[in-house]
């Protein structure tokens, strides 16, 4: 069942979720949770969502990401549930600059600066240790999902100057602008 998308200013995004035992993984409720989570992120068209952003304050959130050629530099990622999930920045990490996007902040992109090499520490639906471990753009798309776990919208990290309609995001900034790995 695709499920309500809070908006940007609803209080419960701006809270802290927090974990999720096995026993509640394995309940009917939360299974049906990460179900309507993957139906809403795919009905939205998104790369990802988080549990908090349809209003249940708990530590999950998904992504997946089908090639696309308007963005050729952001790779395919099959479809990922990750409960109670951990980010581990590697050292010396290069950076992700890309413009995000956020299905709570509808029609709004704006450019952040992430890590680009992390590994995502988590459970999988069933309750089982699993790890993911990112090199570009993708590692950014993780991290934008796990900082809605924790009440941080992309806006907060977003350079203000750049923050741009999806309108004026498609007439204005180029293709080669919209994702860049830094190196330096
Ligand atoms: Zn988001």
């Known amino acids: ?8 200013g609803h209080p419960l995004l701006r809270q802290r979720s927090r974990e999720v035992t096995r026993e509640e993984l394995a309940t009917p409720e939360v299974q049906a949770l990460i179900f309507d989570l993957i139906e809403t992120m795919r009905a939205e068209n998104g790369a990802g969502i988080a ?6 304050l708990l ?3 998904i992504a997946e990401v089908h090639e696309n050629p308007r963005y050729p530099s ?12 951990v980010l ?4 010396e990490s290069p950076r992700v600059c890309m413009y995000e996007g956020c299905l709570s902040v509808k029609g709004l992109r704006g450019r952040v600066t ?11 639906r069933e309750g089982a240790h699993q790890r993911d471990e990112f090199d570009g753009p993708l590692a950014a798309v993780a991290a934008h ?4 776990l924790d009440g941080v919208l992309f806006v907060d990290r977003a350079e203000s ?17 919209r994702v860049l790995v830094l190196n330096d």
């Open 74 to 85: 952001m790779p395919a990622l099959p479809l990922r549930v990750w409960v109670n999930p």
């Open 88 to 91: 581990h920045v590697m050292s």
């Open 1 to 8: 069942m695709k499920r309500e998308i809070l908006q940007l």
């Open 145 to 148: 999902e796990c900082d809605h």
């Open 114 to 124: 992430r890590p680009a090499r992390l590994v995502v520490e988590s459970w999988d």
């Open 59 to 61: 530590r999950i959130c």
């Open 161 to 177: 100057r750049t923050l741009v309609f999806l309108e004026q995001f498609e007439a204005f900034v180029p293709q080669e602008d």
């Open 51 to 56: 549990a908090p952003q349809v209003g249940q």
